[in-house]
C-alpha cells in the first residue's frame, strides 16, 4: 500500500507540473484560471511527503535549501553563459542578482523561494503544533495577511511565505489524519461555486495569486483535496516527471522563454515544451543516475 501511495504522490506532482507548465505557454483564459490549483497542489505534496529528521532543524533546514538552490544556480549558470557565448544576449547586473536570489530576474523562479520559505517554516509550525500552540500560527497567518497592504515587502515575501507554509502543514496533517471522503465531497461542491463564477467572470484567480489571496488558496485546496481522493494507476511517464519535477521545471524554462516569442498555437508551444524539457533531463538522469560523482544528486529529482 505504501508504494502505491508513493507513486499516487509522485502522479499528483506531475499533473501539478503540467499545469504550471501549461500556464506559461499561454492557453485560452477559461483553461489559464482553471489550473490556478498548480502551485497549491505541488506545495500541499511537499507536506504530505515531508520526512521529519532526526538531525536537528539547522541541518535538516540547510540541507534542504541546499538541495533547492544549487540546481536552480548551476542551472542559470550554465543559461546565462550560453546566452552569452552563443547567442551574445547580455543581461543587466539587477537581473543576475534577482535571478539568483530567486526574486524576479527572468522570471520562473519564484516558485523556488516558496519552497525555500517551507524549508524554514514548516518545521517550525509542526513544532508549534506538538507544545500546544496551534493557535499561533493562525495569529501569524491574520497578522501578516492584515498588514500586508501597508508594507509591500510582506506582499513580496512574508504573506507568501506564511500562506503557502500553511498549505504545505495542511498536506502534512491529512497524512495524519485521513479524512478524507467528508474533504472530498466537500471540496466538490466548492469547485462547482468557483467554476461557476469563472465561467460567468467573477473573479480572477490569477490576480489573487500574488500574493497568495485566500479565495486562490480556498481554490486550489478545493481541487487538491479532489485529487488526492482519487486512485492512479501507475503510470512510468508520470511517476518519472513527478519524481523528477525541479528540473524538469528548470528546463522547460528556455523553450517557453523562445516559443513565446512566436506566434504558436498554445497546444503545439506546449507538446514541444514538454517534448523537450522531458528529454533532456531523461538523458541528464541518465548520466548522473549511474555516475560516481559525489554530488550527483543536486542533478537528479
Request: charged letters at 15%; one cysteine or more.
Amino acid at each position: 500500500m505504501e508504494n502505491y501511495r508513493n507513486y499516487n504522490y509522485d502522479i499528483l506532482r506531475c499533473i501539478a507540473l503540467l499545469s504550471i507548465i501549461l500556464a506559461h505557454v499561454s492557453p485560452p483564459n477559461f483553461i489559464f484560471q482553471l489550473r490556478n490549483f498548480d502551485v497549491v497542489l505541488i506545495v500541499f505534496i511537499s507536506g504530505v511527503v515531508y520526512n521529519e529528521s532526526n538531525h536537528g532543524y539547522l541541518k535538516q533546514t540547510f540541507s534542504r535549501i541546499l538541495r533547492l538552490v544549487i540546481p536552480v544556480w548551476v542551472f542559470f549558470s550554465l543559461y546565462y553563459l550560453t546566452c552569452y557565448f552563443m547567442l551574445d544576449k547580455i543581461f543587466t547586473l539587477k537581473q543576475y542578482i534577482l535571478t539568483y536570489t530567486m526574486i524576479s530576474g527572468i522570471g520562473f523562479v519564484w516558485i523556488f523561494r516558496v519552497f525555500i520559505s517551507i524549508a524554514i517554516l514548516l518545521p517550525i509550525f509542526i513544532n508549534m503544533e506538538r507544545r500546544g500552540n496551534f493557535y499561533i500560527i493562525f495569529i501569524l497567518i491574520l497578522i501578516t495577511n492584515v498588514i500586508s497592504g501597508y508594507f509591500h515587502i510582506f506582499d513580496k515575501i512574508i504573506v507568501e511565505a506564511v500562506n503557502y507554509t500553511f498549505v504545505s502543514y495542511l498536506g502534512y496533517k491529512v497524512k495524519k489524519s485521513g479524512f478524507k471522503t467528508s474533504i472530498r465531497n466537500f471540496s466538490i461542491l466548492i469547485f462547482i461555486v468557483f467554476l461557476y463564477l469563472i465561467i460567468k467572470k467573477d473573479i480572477d484567480l490569477q490576480i489573487l495569486k500574488y500574493p497568495p489571496d485566500f479565495i486562490y488558496i480556498i481554490y486550489g485546496l478545493c481541487v487538491t483535496y479532489i485529487l488526492f481522493c482519487l486512485r492512479f494507476k501507475k503510470n512510468t511517464f508520470f511517476v518519472f516527471v513527478g519524481s523528477n519535477t525541479l528540473w524538469i521545471y528548470l528546463w522547460h524554462i528556455p523553450f517557453v522563454i523562445f516559443l513565446n516569442g512566436y506566434n504558436i498555437n498554445f497546444i503545439l508551444k506546449y507538446v514541444v515544451v514538454l517534448l523537450f524539457s522531458v528529454s533532456i533531463f531523461y538523458f541528464q538522469y541518465k548520466i548522473f543516475s549511474k555516475s560516481n560523482f559525489k554530488y550527483k544528486r543536486y542533478f537528479l529529482g
